[in-house]
């Protein structure tokens, strides 16, 4: 029997490891327009990096074997499989609820999920004691350890705000980004009923700009 489990482990332990791995397909360019491809890992948190194991790399070489990690400070963008990152420099966090704190976050990266003249984004964040709101009203005295919240930006810019969703602040945010479309605003709640509300307004903006 012991001879069996010996052999199962040694069995499973390649399987397992392999499990391990979060690399997948992907594409980079760095802030000094160097572009790359080869298997990327991307690891959030409050000290963000990209890991990279560049097609080109010696797979005997750290690089090859465990990538080449980069800060977001040395990336512009990246791709893993079909999702989009993009390196953003301010990122303000206001959730808009009551006794909840603001803040803005330095370099770090966003999903971008809606292209266009405005651009819609998801961002995760690392920490607890913020106040934030879900889609349909429901709020919480503090952020779990993983909170995705949605983000908007102007194409082109380097900055990106929250989207307080559900939290009265949405209108202000949402009015600030859909000046100059009145038909919009008009359409704009004090809170959206779900994500798809609030993302279908985008797409609106978008195909008419």
Do not use: W
């Amino acid at each position: 029997m012991r001879v069996l489990l010996l052999s199962l482990a040694a069995a499973l332990c390649p399987v397992l490891g392999a499990a391990q791995s979060n690399f997948v397909a992907g594409s980079y360019e760095l802030a000094d327009g160097t572009k790359g491809a080869g298997q990327l890992e991307y690891q959030p948190g409050n000290h963000p990096k990209l890991l990279v194991k560049d097609a080109a790399a010696d797979p005997a070489s750290k690089a090859g074997k465990k990538g080449q990690a980069y800060s977001p400070e040395q990336v512009r963008s990246f791709d893993l499989g079909p999702d989009h990152y993009v390196l953003l420099h301010s990122i303000k966090l206001d959730s808009g609820m009551p006794m909840s704190m603001s803040m803005t976050k330095k370099d770090e990266f966003a999903k971008v999920v809606e292209t266009g003249k405005l651009e819609l984004l998801q961002y995760q964040v690392f920490y607890a004691g913020m106040g934030y709101a879900a889609p349909g009203g429901a709020g919480r005295s503090s952020s779990p350890q993983n909170t995705v919240v949605y983000l908007l930006r102007r194409q082109g810019e380097d900055n990106a705000t929250m989207v307080p969703v559900g939290a009265k602040k949405y209108r202000e945010v949402m009015t600030a980004y859909f000046a100059g479309r009145p038909e919009l605003l008009k359409k704009l709640s004090n809170q959206p009923k779900n994500e798809s509300e609030f993302r279908a307004l985008v797409q609106e903006y978008n195909a008419g700009q």
